[in-house]
């Protein structure tokens, strides 16, 4: 199984900042079967980024993946007020679909 | 809309069973996978399988092989998601997701019930 490790396990950042979120795999991502999604807390996941760079719909412009092979980013420009929750990626590549640990957004 | 309405919250003892449902509208019930994806208290996210709500075939992590039974109403569209031999690991909040592909499983998760938590407790 895929093991995907993000880091930091949390980020403390103001709003108007950019966030950067790693997420490592422990083997290679083939066909860009990576994704991102946002959590707010009692909500359920939103899907942002699928294919490492393909933003989902109704995803605004500020947010872009990037990467390859076992190393991806998660850039989010400018944040807003509302961007503050955890963020998970998502591999695909193998079965069985598997999760990283999550990195939390927090206003500093 | 594309809307996905689940079960209500549920508990059970351990050794039970628990059958959560996943009622789908605004989009063509039988040309997306439906996956489940469970999350424990405060912790992250976990893979179960997903279901062909057109063929009925169904693709079940390892991990829950022989535990999990997923299944589908068309003629409701409702897709369902039972758990056997429940233990206190299982407490968490389960979720149904449609998949992004049309015709195929593509793993990519764009619309999302709203959770169901199932509780195991003595």
């Known amino acids: 199984e895929i093991v995907l490790t993000q880091a930091p396990g949390t980020l403390s950042l103001s709003p108007g900042e950019r966030a950067t979120l790693s997420c490592r795999a422990s083997?290679?991502?083939?066909?860009?079967?990576l994704a991102w999604y946002q959590q707010k807390p009692g909500q359920a996941p939103r899907l942002l980024i699928y294919s490492v760079s393909r933003r989902a719909t109704g995803i605004p412009d500020r947010f872009s993946g990037s990467g390859s092979g076992t190393d991806f980013t998660l850039t989010i420009n400018r944040l807003e007020p509302e961007d503050f929750a955890v963020y998970y990626c998502q591999q695909y590549s193998d079965s069985p679909v598997t999760f990283g640990g999550g990195t939390r957004v927090e206003i500093k | 809309q594309v809307q996905m309405v689940q079960s209500g919250a549920e508990v059970k003892k351990p050794g039970a069973s628990v059958k959560v449902s996943c009622k789908t509208s605004g989009y063509t019930f039988t040309g997306h996978h439906i996956h489940w994806v469970r999350q424990a208290p405060g912790q992250g996210l976990e893979w179960m399988g997903w279901?062909?709500?057109?063929?009925?075939?169904?693709n079940t992590a390892q991990k829950f092989r022989g535990r999990v039974i997923m299944t589908r109403d068309p003629s409701i569209s409702t897709a369902y998601m039972e758990l056997t031999s429940l233990t206190s690991d299982d407490t968490a909040v389960y979720y149904c997701?449609?998949?992004?592909?049309?015709?195929?499983?593509?793993?990519?998760?764009?619309?999302w019930g709203q959770g169901t938590l199932v509780t195991v407790s003595s």
């Open positions: 997701a449609r998949d992004i592909c049309s015709g195929g499983s593509c793993n990519e998760l764009d619309y």
């Open positions: 083997q290679t991502i083939t066909s860009n079967y």
């Open positions: 279901i062909n709500p057109n063929s009925g075939g169904t």
